[in-house]
């Protein structure tokens, strides 16, 4: 499956954005999808994850009550609602996906990868 991230962009503190994730290739509804970010100077860290019926969604401590995760099988594309956004919400948010099975938050199991999106939060 090929993955495509967009809807970054600048931001204030404060303010919201909604990244995509549109896939292509392979069937979407077979997948559960998740969301990764990558700040400058540190690793690839876990943001959000929902499995492929939209049942199971799992969120990163720091994201949650501000971020949602979303997904419709339908336009083959999962989103991702930023709220409340901070200055250390900035990063290269990156989309991924992996067969359905245990909703992973660790990046190593994930097989697919987009080419990520730059989300700049200005204080």
């Known amino acids: 499956v090929q993955l495509q991230a967009s809807g970054g962009g600048l931001v204030q503190t404060g303010g919201s954005l909604r990244l995509s994730c549109a896939a292509s290739g392979r069937t979407f509804s077979n997948y559960d999808m998740a969301w990764f970010r990558q700040a400058p100077g540190k690793q690839r860290a876990f943001v959000a994850a929902?499995?492929?019926?939209?049942?199971?969604?799992r969120y990163a401590d720091s994201v949650k009550g501000r971020f949602t995760i979303s997904r419709d099988n339908a336009k083959n594309t999962m989103y991702l609602q930023m709220n409340s956004l901070k200055p250390e919400d900035t990063a290269v948010y990156y989309c991924?996906?992996?067969?359905?099975?245990?909703?992973?938050?660790?990046?190593?199991?994930?097989?697919?990868w987009g080419q990520g999106t730059l989300v700049t939060v200005s204080s």
């Open positions: 929902i499995s492929w019926n939209g049942i199971t969604i």
């Open positions: 991924a996906a992996d067969p359905p099975g245990a909703v992973p938050t660790i990046s190593r199991f994930y097989d697919y």
